[in-house]
């Protein structure tokens, strides 16, 4: 295990450097070193806001007090509470509480930044007690001891620790081996925020990507192999007949009729063959289902997959943790029963636009009511559909028709006027086809960038573990 002082690496890993590898004329007592007493209690109720910044256990409080206890530049130690043992600098003229320490005076032969870094070094937070709210005291600490050096190098020593603290450059060839290990972090940070771009614009990509499908920009050259291909026209008029029969044999309800697309409506320019149609009119279901009567107290081990927002993800339905419910629940709820190849859409909270594509092997299922089945007509647009649901364009369009206070929601009537550029359905399976070899594409990449970071991982803890674990290790100086 690393032991770790800070927050900054660099400076964890100075502080080893040098500490650990310090020539000491001799090694003294803490309390032989500094006297070290306690602040004054300061309740909220007593506290009058003012210009002196007031000190606690994890240093700064962000108050103010309108007089002070210290009116010298010292050194505080947290003494309780969740920063117990951290190390800071008290400003003159300031109020220190007594959920503090503080150094009174110290021996002369020390400097104050010397001694402030030695102490944050020393970790004082491993001599807490071990109770709710943890506490150290003068007696807990009166084993540490403090190394005793030349002044002079102890100001060399502060001045280096005090850049390295602000995350600045330093150099002086009398410490080859701290400034190595100190590039590698730096290294290690500009490698990580490569990484974070990398991924930034991986997203960006895998978003073009489905942004330029929809418009028909992918397929350009698709098109222009195939001139005859029959017209999304003709495939939305083969919609509306099959629809109708669905609803004629009473396998389908007859919805409400969708007003009219307006010219103004269009949001973007579609190639010659498509057109604009509302998801309402080539889907034979949309909707949401519900909460089973007697909510989770209805869930079962084993029985029909009861499928809720959390099972619900872009690149597939993830049946871990699957709810279960009596088939007779199911039965019951007929009118949301999942069937394969239908879309399933999260439709409130967080999770808001996610969407997959139900397996051809999937048997049954049902889902609660932040979820919706969107089921088309001609199976085959469902492939389509769900990467027009992936795109900034549909995502957008949720965002902008989303209800609801508190826990924002998409309507049924809302989800069914939301406007579908249509293509002729050869040139969908041309479209999801193109879309699946670019995303594979992008997953290879995707990988890349996870192996770099888990490389730089593994950088990161040998340069740790050497630095904080190694025994052998000496600080190089250039006479």
């Known amino acids: 295990m690393v032991k770790k002082y800070t927050n900054n690496y660099r400076l964890d890993i100075a502080y080893n450097t040098i500490f650990r590898n310090i020539n000491a004329v001799e090694e003294i007592p803490i309390h032989n070193v500094l006297n070290i007493t306690s602040g004054d209690n300061l309740t909220k ?35 309780v509470g969740a920063r117990c043992g951290c190390v800071f600098e008290i400003s003159p003229n300031s109020w220190v509480t007594d959920n503090a320490l503080l150094i009174q005076s110290y021996d002369k032969r020390f400097s104050l930044d010397f001694l402030r870094h030695f102490l944050s070094y020393s970790d004082f937070g491993q001599y807490a007690n ?52 100190i590039g590698i972090i730096d290294n290690w940070e500009t490698l990580n925020e490569e990484i974070e771009i990398q991924k930034q614009l991986l997203s960006q990509l895998r978003q073009s990507i489905l942004q330029e499908a929809i418009q028909g920009k992918l397929t350009a050259d698709w098109r222009e192999h195939n001139p005859n291909t029959e017209p999304a026209s003709e495939l939305l008029k083969r919609i509306k007949a099959d629809k109708d029969k669905l609803i004629k044999v009473k396998k389908n309800q007859k919805g409400k009729v969708l007003s009219l697309i307006t010219k103004e409506e269009i949001p973007f320019e579609l190639p010659d063959g498509w057109l604009w149609s509302k998801l309402g009119n080539i ?84 889902i609660n009511q932040h979820v919706a089945i969107i089921r088309s007509v001609i199976l085959e647009t469902g492939y389509y559909l769900h990467r027009i649901i992936c795109s900034p364009y549909f995502q957008n369009m949720i965002i902008e028709v989303q209800t609801g206070a508190g826990r924002e929601g998409l309507p049924k009537n809302k989800m069914d006027n939301i406007l579908i550029p249509l293509p002729p359905l050869e040139e969908q399976k041309a479209i999801v086809k193109k879309v699946e070899t670019l995303m594979q594409k992008c997953q290879a990449l995707e990988q890349e960038i996870k192996t770099s970071e888990a490389n730089a991982k593994k950088l990161m803890q040998a340069v740790l573990k050497e630095a904080f674990e190694s025994k052998e290790e000496a600080l190089v100086k250039v006479e």
């Open 45 to 79: 109720n007593g506290m009058v806001a003012g210009s002196h910044i007031v000190y606690g256990g994890g240093g700064d409080t962000g108050n103010t007090h309108f007089k002070y206890n210290i009116d010298y530049k010292t050194i505080g130690i947290g003494r």
């Open 130 to 181: 071990n109770a709710m709210q943890p506490v150290i005291s003068k007696t807990r600490i009166k084993d540490v001891t403090i190394p005793l050096v030349d002044i002079e190098e102890q100001n060399a020593l502060s001045k280096i620790l005090d850049s390295i603290e602000k995350n600045e450059k330093f150099e002086n060839t009398n410490y080859n081996l701290l400034i190595s290990k």
């Open 283 to 366: 889907c034979s279901k949309t909707g949401s289902g519900s909460t089973p009567r007697g909510g989770k107290s209805a869930y079962k081990e084993s029985g029909v997959k009861f499928i809720r927002s959390q099972n619900v993800y872009d690149d597939g339905l993830r049946i871990n943790g699957v709810a279960f419910i009596p088939q007779a629940t199911h039965d019951k709820m007929n009118g949301t029963k999942v069937q394969a190849e239908d879309l399933l859409l999260n439709i409130t909270g967080g999770s808001i636009g996610r969407c997959c594509i139900v397996p051809k092997d999937f048997d049954t299922g049902n």
